[in-house]
């Protein structure tokens, strides 16, 4: 099975630390995303890395940047940690093409609680 | 842009009911249709899709009919446990490649005893 595994499964940080959020994959996909999820808004795309040093803004990525080094590997960065990114954090990755590929395979989320 | 719509509010249902969560969807052309489900504490795993009009998407009980007339695409069990007890997210695939999904705000469904 696809694994994805997210390194933190809860944090709490003070506002404006520099806070990141791993996520590993053992599936040798090609796609990572990461999404934050909030009760009564779903989950928003933050950003998105089709390769190895590549990234694209999502729908929400003001606050937030990413580091993809290796395939395997995909970090989320809050450069300077604010109350309203206070939320669950869910990375995702898949492989790429049309056929069965569009399926996500999520970790188990991240919540973080800024104070 | 592409998007999808879930009904509102959470759904609360006793065990052996049958359970629809509505999910339509605006996309320009024909998009691949996802239903997500998050069991208490845990990330996103699939639970059925469709990629093409007409197709039905089963799983575990489950089922959605990809209705390209009315944009539309529900989901329905016949009869609940209170395993099903989790939060329901209808998506789609935009046609902007790279694999990003749109979601919707998705749905708790609640199965009491």
């Known amino acids: 099975d696809v694994k994805v595994t997210q390194s933190s499964r809860y944090l709490v940080k003070r506002t404006g630390e520099k806070v990141f959020l791993e996520c590993v994959q053992d599936m040798d996909h090609e796609n990572m995303f990461w999404y934050r999820q909030d009760p009564g808004l779903g989950l928003r795309l933050i950003y998105f890395?089709?390769?190895?040093?590549?990234?694209e803004k999502g729908d929400i990525p003001e606050g937030y940047s990413v580091s993809r080094e290796k395939k395997e590997r995909f970090s989320l960065i809050l450069e300077s940690a604010s109350t309203n990114q206070t939320s669950m954090y869910l990375c995702a990755s898949s492989s790429p093409g049309r056929s069965g590929a569009n399926v996500l395979t999520f970790g188990a989320g991240s919540r973080l609680t800024v104070l | 842009g592409d998007s999808v719509t879930q009904m509102e509010g959470p759904v609360t249902l006793s065990e052996e009911a049958f359970l629809t969560i509505n999910c339509t969807y605006t996309?320009?052309?024909?998009?691949?249709l996802f239903w997500y489900v998050q069991y208490p504490g845990e990330g996103l795993q699939l639970l059925l899709k469709?990629?093409?009009?007409?197709d039905k998407g089963s799983n575990k009980g489950f089922e959605a009919t990809y209705r390209k007339e009315t944009t539309s695409f529900h989901l329905e069990k016949g009869s609940v446990q209170v395993s099903d007890s989790a939060v329901y997210f209808c998506?789609?695939?935009?046609?902007?490649?790279?694999?990003?999904?749109?979601f919707g705000k998705g749905n708790q469904v609640v199965v009491i005893p």
């Open positions: 469709a990629t093409k009009a007409d």
């Open positions: 998506a789609l695939r935009t046609l902007s490649g790279n694999n990003r999904l749109a």
């Open positions: 996309a320009t052309g024909y998009p691949s």
């Open positions: 890395s089709y390769d190895v040093k590549m990234k």
